[in-house]
C-alpha cells in the first residue's frame, strides 16, 4: 500500500518573534486545502498541530499533540530544582526518549503537513541534541519530509544588528540540520517594516543603510556581504500572522515541493520508483518505506536502534541532572 508523503513543518525562531501565532496562521492556511475531519474527535487530520514547548502558556492552534500533556516544566522544577531553562531542556531531552510514540501518532492520523511549534528560545530546539535529534528522527521516517521555517521578528529586525544575526541564526541551523531552512520575516503589519523586506531584496540598499550609521562594525560589514550569498540559498517570506498576510507566496511554496515528492509517489507501481526517487531526496529507508507498513515499521525500529545509544546517553544526562539537581 503506498502512502502519501508527510511534509513536517519545523517552526522555529528568537523569543517573541510570533512562532506561536504564525504556527497557528499555517495550520489555518493549510486546512482551507488540506481537510479531513476526524469524526471522534473533530480535529482536522490533513494538518497536524503540535506544541514541543514545554513552557508555552497558551497555544493557538488545534493540537493533535502537545509536550504539556507528558511532562511538566513546573513539577521538573520544583521536584528536581531545576531553573527554568534546565527544565525546558530536560523536558526536550525526556520527550525525545518517547520520540517512538510521537512517530506513531502521526503515522496512525497519516497527516499530509505537520506544523510543529517549538519553545520560545531558540536556542532550546537548535542548539540541544534533542532538537537534532527529534529533526532527524523526524525526517528519516519514511515519506516525510522535513521543511524548517525560521521565524524572524520583522519589527526587531529593523535595526541592522538584529537583522544580520538573524540571518547568521538561520545559516547556523541549516547547517546544524541539513534540512531545508527558508525565513519566514512575521510582523509585516508594524510600520516600517517593508524596511526588512527591502533590505532582503536589495543587498546594496542594506549596505548603504549600514554607511549611515556611526556604529555599526567593520564586522557588521563584512557579514552583510556574506549576505549576498546567503540570499541565493533561502527562501524569503514576508507574512504578518496578526492580518494573514503573504499567505499565497509560502503556500506556493510548500505545495510546490509536495508536487515534486508526493504526487509522483501516489499512485506508483514498482517500475515507477525511479520515478519516485527523483522527487525524493535519495534515502534508502524513505524508499523502503514506500513497500508496505510492515517494512516501514522495520524502517522505524531501525532508525531508532541507531539513535538508541545517543538516546542512552540523553538518559544518562537527565539522571546526571536529576541527581545534581535533586535533593530529595
Ligand atoms: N503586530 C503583529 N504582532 C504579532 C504578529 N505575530 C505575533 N505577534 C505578537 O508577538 C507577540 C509574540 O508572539 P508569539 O506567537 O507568542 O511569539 P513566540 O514566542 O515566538 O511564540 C505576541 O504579542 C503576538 O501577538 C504579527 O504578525 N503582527
Ligand atoms: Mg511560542
Redesign the pocket.
Given at each position: 500500500m503506498d502512502r502519501k508523503r508527510t511534509t513536517i513543518i519545523v517552526v522555529l525562531?528568537m523569543?517573541?518573534?510570533?512562532?506561536?501565532?504564525?504556527a497557528q496562521r499555517l495550520y489555518s492556511w493549510l486546512s482551507e486545502k488540506h481537510c479531513r475531519i476526524n469524526r471522534e474527535t473533530g480535529m482536522n487530520d490533513e494538518v497536524f498541530g503540535a506544541n514541543l514547548?514545554p513552557a508555552c502558556l497558551a497555544t493557538k492552534m488545534p493540537l493533535h499533540y502537545d509536550i504539556r500533556e507528558i511532562i511538566s516544566v513546573a513539577d521538573l522544577m520544583e521536584r528536581k530544582k531545576l531553573g527554568p531553562n534546565g527544565a525546558i531542556l530536560t523536558s526536550l531531552n525526556l520527550f525525545v526518549l518517547q520520540i517512538d510514540a510521537f512517530i506513531k501518532e502521526i503515522e496512525k492520523t497519516s497527516p499530509r503537513y505537520v506544523v510543529i511549534?517549538t519553545p520560545?528560545q531558540v536556542e532550546m530546539f537548535t542548539t540541544s541534541t534533542s532538537g537534532y535529534l527529534l529533526t532527524k528522527c523526524l525526517a528519516k521516517s519514511p515519506n516525510t519530509q522535513v521543511r524548517m521555517l525560521y521565524?524572524v521578528d520583522g519589527e526587531k529586525a529593523q535595526s541592522q544588528q538584529c537583522f544580520v544575526s538573524n540571518m547568521v541564526f538561520a545559516s547556523s541551523v541549516r547547517m546544524r540540520f541539513q534540512e531545508e531552512v527558508s525565513i519566514v520575516v512575521?510582523?509585516?503589519?508594524?510600520e516600517h517594516a517593508d524596511t526588512v523586506e527591502k533590505w532582503t531584496r536589495d543587498f546594496d540598499l542594506f549596505l548603504n543603510s549600514l554607511a549611515q550609521e556611526e556604529t555599526i562594525s567593520p564586522t557588521l560589514r563584512s557579514i552583510a556581504l556574506w549576505m549576498e550569498e546567503f540570499y541565493n540559498n533561502f527562501e524569503i517570506f514576508h507574512?504578518?500572522?496578526?492580518?494573514g498576510t503573504g499567505k499565497s507566496a509560502l503556500l506556493h511554496s510548500l505545495s510546490a515541493e509536495e508536487a515534486s515528492g508526493v504526487e509522483g509517489a501516489g499512485g506508483a507501481k514498482d517500475g515507477d520508483m525511479s520515478k519516485i526517487k527523483d522527487g525524493m531526496r535519495g534515502d534508502a529507508m524513505r524508499e523502503d518505506g514506500m513497500r508496505g507498513d510492515e517494512t516501514r515499521d522495520n524502517a522505524i525500529r531501525e532508525n531508532s536502534s541507531k539513535t538508541r545509544q545517543t538516546l542512552e546517553d540523553i538518559q544518562n544526562k537527565v539522571n546526571d541532572i536529576a541527581i545534581s539537581g535533586g535533593k530529595d
Amino acid at each position: 500500500m503506498d502512502r502519501k508523503r508527510t511534509t513536517i513543518i519545523v517552526v522555529l525562531g528568537m523569543a517573541g518573534c510570533g512562532k506561536t501565532t504564525f504556527a497557528q496562521r499555517l495550520y489555518s492556511w493549510l486546512s482551507e486545502k488540506h481537510c479531513r475531519i476526524n469524526r471522534e474527535t473533530g480535529m482536522n487530520d490533513e494538518v497536524f498541530g503540535a506544541n514541543l514547548d514545554p513552557a508555552c502558556l497558551a497555544t493557538k492552534m488545534p493540537l493533535h499533540y502537545d509536550i504539556r500533556e507528558i511532562i511538566s516544566v513546573a513539577d521538573l522544577m520544583e521536584r528536581k530544582k531545576l531553573g527554568p531553562n534546565g527544565a525546558i531542556l530536560t523536558s526536550l531531552n525526556l520527550f525525545v526518549l518517547q520520540i517512538d510514540a510521537f512517530i506513531k501518532e502521526i503515522e496512525k492520523t497519516s497527516p499530509r503537513y505537520v506544523v510543529i511549534d517549538t519553545p520560545g528560545q531558540v536556542e532550546m530546539f537548535t542548539t540541544s541534541t534533542s532538537g537534532y535529534l527529534l529533526t532527524k528522527c523526524l525526517a528519516k521516517s519514511p515519506n516525510t519530509q522535513v521543511r524548517m521555517l525560521y521565524v524572524v521578528d520583522g519589527e526587531k529586525a529593523q535595526s541592522q544588528q538584529c537583522f544580520v544575526s538573524n540571518m547568521v541564526f538561520a545559516s547556523s541551523v541549516r547547517m546544524r540540520f541539513q534540512e531545508e531552512v527558508s525565513i519566514v520575516v512575521n510582523k509585516a503589519d508594524f510600520e516600517h517594516a517593508d524596511t526588512v523586506e527591502k533590505w532582503t531584496r536589495d543587498f546594496d540598499l542594506f549596505l548603504n543603510s549600514l554607511a549611515q550609521e556611526e556604529t555599526i562594525s567593520p564586522t557588521l560589514r563584512s557579514i552583510a556581504l556574506w549576505m549576498e550569498e546567503f540570499y541565493n540559498n533561502f527562501e524569503i517570506f514576508h507574512v504578518s500572522s496578526v492580518l494573514g498576510t503573504g499567505k499565497s507566496a509560502l503556500l506556493h511554496s510548500l505545495s510546490a515541493e509536495e508536487a515534486s515528492g508526493v504526487e509522483g509517489a501516489g499512485g506508483a507501481k514498482d517500475g515507477d520508483m525511479s520515478k519516485i526517487k527523483d522527487g525524493m531526496r535519495g534515502d534508502a529507508m524513505r524508499e523502503d518505506g514506500m513497500r508496505g507498513d510492515e517494512t516501514r515499521d522495520n524502517a522505524i525500529r531501525e532508525n531508532s536502534s541507531k539513535t538508541r545509544q545517543t538516546l542512552e546517553d540523553i538518559q544518562n544526562k537527565v539522571n546526571d541532572i536529576a541527581i545534581s539537581g535533586g535533593k530529595d
